[in-house]
């Protein structure tokens, strides 16, 4: 079950627009991939795979994308062209268009020097580079996700309170803890407690060094994957977390935090869902996992359906709920024995 509480924030144009990179170069991908032409032959994937001489996992990743933004479509398990991709993609045809959508491509390079042409002055001082040490990249990390994660907690805050919890919260890869900060504005008593690699900690702390802002929070840094808890939680968080891994660590990931949830406590996944919310939604999933697939080492986005079905028996059958934007939750109440 899935439900939208709003409508589109103001704030998620300026984010498509700062991703909309992600829909070309999975379009320049699969015309330098020959996909389309080869579509037209064969559409069975681990065929198509074998004659664009590609992983098949990760081409149905790459296919799952073109798909979500209506370039093929799949009919019981087999892969075909759009109408629009079989008459402008397929090399060879007299209306093909490949070569002059590569040709933007190519174009492309030169825009990253807009502002010193404009400009007077070299890059500012507060872009970050690829050569920038790992402490720095990682504060920018934090501070980015700190930004959209303060954007979307109200809307977090609003849903749960319709469900009800007490207790502590245990914010698992939390970042700098914007969400349960705002979860504990309105909360009378509790606490949580944020775990976090060390080095997010560090610059979540330069990023809030009033000790106000962590007033109810404490702290603790660790790998998740070995740590060990001696207490349960009224409110598990998982946000953003489970897309680092694939889907058999994801699970395991997933069955420690439900055990950690107490009864009657909630066990809460924020992240990108391609089969929850509207069409957007589903597109932001699909690109979020090539996102995935190519800046971590094994992440992915999962379906919240395969997450739900993750769930032990004795968590109640999950409900998702739709943010304003490209994002879903996905709950479930521990049963009391």
């Known amino acids: 079950m899935s439900e939208t509480i709003s409508m589109e924030p103001d704030w998620l144009p300026?984010?498509?627009?700062?991703?909309?990179?992600?829909?070309?170069?999975?379009?320049?991908?699969?015309?330098?991939?020959?996909?389309?032409?080869?579509l037209e032959e064969n559409g069975v994937l681990d065929t198509l795979a074998a004659a664009a001489d590609c992983r098949a996992a990760e081409l149905e990743r790459l296919l799952l994308a073109l798909e979500a933004l209506g370039l093929v479509e799949n009919r019981d398990g087999d892969w075909y062209n759009s109408k629009s991709a079989r008459r402008y993609l397929v090399s060879g045809r007299e209306?093909?268009?490949?070569?002059?959508?590569?040709?933007?491509?190519?174009?492309?390079?030169?825009?990253?020097?807009?502002?010193?042409?404009?400009?007077?002055?070299?890059?500012?001082?507060?872009?970050?580079?690829?050569?920038?040490?790992?402490?720095?990249?990682?504060?920018?990390?934090?501070?980015?996700?700190?930004a959209l994660a303060r954007l979307k907690?109200?809307?977090?805050?609003?849903?749960?309170?319709?469900?009800?919890?007490?207790?502590?919260?245990?914010?698992?890869?939390?970042?700098?803890g914007a969400l349960s900060r705002a979860l504990l504005?309105?909360?009378?008593?509790?606490?949580?407690?944020?775990?976090?690699?060390p080095e997010v900690l560090r610059a979540a702390a330069a990023l809030y060094p009033r000790p106000?802002?962590?007033?109810?929070?404490?702290?603790?840094?660790?790998?998740?994957?070995?740590?060990?808890?001696?207490?349960?939680?009224?409110?598990?968080?998982?946000?953003?977390?489970?897309?680092?891994y694939d889907r058999r660590e994801a699970g395991t990931l997933l069955e420690k935090a439900a055990g950690l949830t107490a009864p009657g406590g909630l066990l809460l996944i924020h992240d990108y869902f391609p089969d929850a919310g509207g069409r957007a939604a589903a597109v932001k999933g699909r690109l979020?996992?090539?996102?995935?697939?190519?800046?971590?080492?094994?992440?992915?986005?999962?379906?919240?359906?395969?997450?739900?079905?993750?769930?032990?028996?004795?968590?109640?059958?999950?409900?998702?709920?739709?943010?304003?934007?490209?994002?879903?939750?996905?709950?479930?109440?521990?049963?009391?024995?």
Not at 215 to 237: A, C, H, P, W, Y
Not at 289 to 305: A, E, P, V
Request: charged share 20%; proline share 3%; aromatic share 12%.
């Open 14 to 38: 300026l984010e498509n627009m700062a991703t909309a990179y992600w829909q070309s170069e999975v379009l320049f991908a699969a015309l330098e991939l020959e996909l389309f032409a080869r």
């Open 95 to 146: 209306s093909y268009l490949g070569d002059f959508l590569l040709y933007r491509r190519y174009l492309q390079a030169p825009w990253d020097k807009l502002s010193a042409r404009v400009g007077r002055q070299q890059h500012s001082a507060s872009l970050l580079s690829p050569e920038d040490d790992y402490e720095k990249r990682t504060f920018y990390y934090v501070r980015a996700m700190d």
């Open 212 to 244: 106000a802002d962590w007033r109810g929070i404490e702290t603790m840094s660790g790998d998740f994957r070995q740590q060990e808890f001696n207490k349960s939680f009224g409110l598990v968080l998982l946000g953003n977390f489970l897309h680092i």
């Open 185 to 197: 504005e309105g909360a009378e008593g509790g606490g949580a407690l944020l775990y976090e690699l």
């Open 153 to 176: 907690a109200p809307g977090i805050v609003e849903i749960l309170a319709g469900f009800g919890w007490q207790g502590t919260i245990l914010d698992i890869g939390g970042g700098s």
């Open 288 to 337: 979020y996992d090539i996102n995935m697939m190519i800046n971590t080492c094994n992440g992915r986005c999962h379906l919240s359906s395969e997450l739900a079905a993750l769930l032990p028996d004795d968590f109640a059958p999950a409900i998702t709920r739709d943010l304003p934007g490209d994002s879903s939750i996905l709950i479930s109440r521990r049963r009391v024995q």
